[in-house]
């Protein structure tokens, strides 16, 4: 097991774990801290497995400063559940509810909550190609909820802050590839969630964080596993939790202490970003970012070559040289980089010196 | 890594996985078979995890002579999520459902089903504290479907054959602990559901295994999550599935195949519970097993001591001993003895032997 290969992880999710939390799983599979078991073996109800999930809903309640009037709750079904979800909890009967459309999960979220009752798109940026964030909201003072995408991970366009909602409309995020890459004020949402695939760990868990006064609004009679109120009540323990998923989720949010909290992971986001963006912004139109400047997710970088067979080319040679999963899309095609919280400078730096290089040889 | 710790592990789910899967995943956990990336990090729609779910498949389809008319899901959300989708899917307008009720989780699924819609016990043995088979059933011939719980985790009756639903009823059931555990026969049965977390893998990830023709049965406008159609269309890919579960479930099944199949498992499996019961049987009434010697589970032995202060002592002593996850469930109480696929017969043999030496000094 000593010196494991590892490549250059761009994939935009399941994506690259940090190291050290992955040294650290795996020391642990088949004797998690002397109990003779792993933790995909200890009981839920165990003393060992309360002390991970309440470890790693502390340091996240740190991390992102989250007030005592929220619940976090770890839930299965990834954020796509939640699409469902969220309308069937928080929209009482007859009420309708806003959707800001910046992207394809905006445009996912707000078709399911159609299926079950109102919605209405208060932007869609779909005629500009979903480059850009709306210049402007037509909000529903009455809508149950604002709901928005704040980094949309194929169109790699990004909310650097929050749209305001009518007085008394509740916002609502789904933050799956941004979460815990920066600092949020979280004390302006009811209600945020996201996968955990792309930041935070291992696909099979999402993340919820509930203002209390939400969870009040759940109707009688939800199926248990589809209710916020009754998941909340039972910390996560309802039923058998995503054990596993959860423990690596915690040692990620330890990691993320470690490294300086959110204020720090975001200046190295940040530096990434930077990097890679210069590259394409230098490249005198080799490279096109699909994104307009303003919009640039610091997460997901999708862009373009001058032709198909170039960007063929150029994923097949990243791939030799151990950049992997630099592909777009199936829905958008051409390049994207995802440069999560646990992609590391010398990877975007080493992204960076192959674009210069393939220009050159192929510009 | 050498030597770790390793007890035997009498948890009821989640629960022992066979040391060989643990140390595959181990060996594997940074670099998945030469990508340089561990399975957790891999993206869903690679030839590498497409390789991991549909060798999964093709192995459970050959453990279980699935017959090619089924399909098989992986899914999030437990057993918990499937009381919902179920009669979600399979239960059309005004229809209801029959349920036989023998104990907590078939209670509990029937519970859910009422929240939806109409649905009835066909019988219930709570009156006998869910200790034995119903001795009849009282069959609606109009019913959706017929579910039934095979083994019941909590109270320890299982059912060795099928029941027989009125003709052109499909039969249901939540195999969620005996799963894999001995051969069934498919055909039997138009949707077969199991939580991983006992006999086939970690928390995280359910199976469901359904017949072609009951996915005719889904309703338009679902959430995408809850429509069987639409999921076992995707080949379990709508949206990124619990990557590793998935992948560890795979490897207990090729662990089974290696092992001889169910047929060899549930003969290992039967020694095994034969062991435990005969101690119980041989104490003179020192241990009083829960369940009806007929309905005798297989996997799950809850039994009682003369007093609940002997009760704790046993489950203290026999942590000192290494055996651990003794405590029966907190709604029922006393000691229960979990003895899925990966416990193995020198671990049976350690709890009896223990057993013996306990009635010795206390009896």
């Known amino acids: 097991m000593s010196n494991p290969k590892r ?31 792993s933790v995909m073996e200890i009981s839920h109800r165990s003393k060992e497995f309360e002390a991970i999930i309440q470890t790693a809903e ?14 976090i709750m770890f839930v299965q079904g990834g954020a796509s559940l939640q699409f469902a979800m969220l309308p069937m909890n928080l929209r009482a009967g007859g009420a309708s509810a806003d959707y800001i459309v910046t992207g394809t999960w ?17 932007a869609n940026t779909e005629k500009e190609g979903f480059n850009c964030l709306p210049e402007s909201l037509d909000l529903d003072p009455n809508a149950a909820y604002l709901h928005f ?26 933050t799956s590839s941004d ?85 720090e992971i975001q200046k190295i986001n940040r530096q990434k970003a930077d990097a890679v963006y210069a590259a394409i912004d230098e490249s005198g139109g080799f490279y096109r970012g699909h994104a307009a400047p303003e919009a640039r997710s610091v997460m ?8 198909e067979e170039l960007e063929e080319t150029f994923v097949k040679e990243a791939k030799k040289n151990d950049l992997i999963g630099l592909k777009g899309h199936r829905s958008v095609g051409g390049i994207r980089a995802s440069i999560y919280n646990a992609m590391t400078a010398e990877g ?5 010196q192959f674009m210069k290089e393939f220009q050159r040889k192929n510009g």
């Open 149 to 174: 995408t704040s980094n949309e991970t194929i169109h790699g366009v990004e909310f650097f802050s929050e749209p305001t909602p009518p007085e008394g409309v509740p916002l609502v995020c789904d």
């Open 106 to 122: 905006s445009k996912t979220a707000i078709k399911e909550a159609k299926k079950l009752g109102a919605a209405r798109a208060a």
């Open 7 to 37: 490549v250059f992880n761009f994939n935009a999710g399941p994506a690259v774990l940090p190291l050290e939390v992955l040294e650290t799983a795996q020391a642990e599979l088949l004797d998690f801290r002397g109990t003779g078991m």
């Open 179 to 263: 979460f815990i890459s920066r600092p949020i004020d979280v004390s302006k949402y009811g209600l945020i969630y996201g996968g955990a695939q792309k930041n935070a760990g291992p696909a099979g868990v999402t993340v919820v964080i509930i203002r209390d006064d939400m969870l009040e609004r759940t109707p009688e009679n939800l199926p248990v596993m589809l209710d916020y109120k009754a998941l909340a009540a039972s910390g996560s323990l309802h039923n058998t939790p995503p054990a596993f998923a959860i423990y690596v989720v915690g040692l990620v949010f330890r990691w993320v202490k470690k490294l300086g909290g959110l204020a």
């Open 58 to 71: 502390a340091d996240l309640r740190e991390l992102l400063s989250i007030p005592d009037n929220y619940k």
């Open 300 to 307: 997901n970088i999708p862009f373009r070559l001058p032709s």
């Open 348 to 352: 975007a730096e080493t992204l960076v």
